[in-house]
């Protein structure tokens, strides 16, 4: 157990839906990152939150969103959903910004039908 | 980050140690050497890191070459449990102020550990 939560472990929506990713990272940790998995990119990075702020952006489409709370868990979420969407979601999270040992959740497996 | 390259796959013996390569002959003097593992579509794992030096923790150990081109991730005594796909990543981690936490992640070395 990493130590990092996110919720709901699996989704299925359909396209053109909207939907939310939730995640709780280790306690203490004030940086959030989030990856997306397909099988033709494999892992990708996405997003980076340190404390609140948005630190570094990959290649997240303007579809997608994310944002990090007052009690640091982050939510990603990814409107008008299409087929391609349609993959496993993880965040990390880290102490510092630099990411030094990042821990991952379980992630969150989308299918977008 | 400079590129590294992985074999796609490798098999190895329960019981052996596992040596897992890496070249990243484009490495910069800031730039570190990591690994991590993903078994079966769980979130990844962090292994280890090193930026000259051997490294050894209660996974693996990391020997770096002395001109830092390449690396080898070593599992000791390998289990099936360790079958996963391991990533080598080589990345900056801060430099004049600026934090880089983002990681790269490759296609990675499928590593099948066997009875």
């Known amino acids: 157990d990493s130590g990092v939560t996110q919720t709901p472990k699996h989704l299925i929506t359909a396209t053109g839906q909207r939907v939310t990713l939730r995640c709780s990272p280790r306690s203490g940790d004030l940086s959030v990152y989030w990856y997306q998995q397909s099988l033709d990119q494999g892992l990708q990075f996405l997003i980076h939150y340190y404390n609140g702020e948005e630190r570094a952006k990959g290649n997240i489409l303007e579809r997608f969103s994310a944002q990090q709370f007052p009690d640091l868990h982050s939510e990603l979420n990814l409107s008008s959903l299409e087929l391609g969407d349609s993959a496993l979601y993880f965040c990390a999270s880290s102490v510092g910004q630099g990411g030094t040992e990042a821990f991952f959740g379980q992630g969150t497996r989308l299918t977008v039908v | 980050d400079a590129k590294t390259t992985q074999p796609p796959s490798m098999d190895c013996a329960e019981g052996r140690a596992a040596n897992l390569p890496c070249n990243h002959s484009t490495i910069s003097g800031n730039e570190y050497v990591y690994w991590y593992r993903q078994i079966h579509s769980q979130g990844p794992q962090y292994i280890i890191h090193g930026l000259k030096n051997n490294e050894t923790n209660e996974m693996a150990s990391l020997i770096i070459t002395e001109d830092r081109k390449s690396s080898t991730l070593i599992l000791p005594h390998a289990t099936l449990r360790d079958t996963a796909v391991y990533y080598c990543?080589?990345?900056?981690?801060?430099?004049?102020?600026?934090?880089?936490?983002?990681?790269?992640f490759g296609q990675g070395t499928i590593l099948t550990v066997h009875p």
């Open positions: 990543i080589v990345r900056v981690v801060f430099v004049g102020g600026t934090s880089y936490g983002k990681l790269t």
